[in-house]
């Protein structure tokens, strides 16, 4: 193509230059944007898959400790109440007189010696 004009023909080829160049510029923006949006969305994904994995160790620890804590909660009360029955044979012999204690006394004797 002829430009009648050297001052037109400059214009023509500056226009086009522009135009290539805002073109190109467009698209490696719009190219940055789409590869921005793709790894923020890998890295999003990546972390939503960290809080995942955190989230069932902690439920699984959780777990592990209450069925702990259950067992931890039945071993004390059996000893709490093996405890009592102690205390309660202890009590028993202080109040007993020793005759009951020995077996001499009148056959009446409510001591359990241990």
Request: some cysteine; glycine content about 4%; hydrophobic content about 35%.
């Amino acid at each position: 193509m002829v430009c009648p004009d050297q001052t037109l023909f400059s214009a023509c080829l500056l226009k086009r230059m522009l135009c290539t160049d805002v073109s190109s510029i467009i698209g490696i923006f719009i190219t940055s944007l789409i590869q921005s949006y793709t790894e923020s969305k890998s890295k999003l994904y990546r972390m939503i898959s960290e809080e995942m994995n955190f989230l069932k160790q902690l439920m699984a620890k959780v777990e592990q400790d209450s069925k702990a804590d259950t067992e931890l909660k039945a071993a004390l009360k059996a000893y709490l109440d093996q405890n009592q029955r102690i205390r309660e044979e202890v009590q028993c012999l202080l109040e007993c007189h020793p005759d009951e204690l020995s077996g001499r006394g009148n056959g009446k004797s409510y001591c359990h010696v241990l």
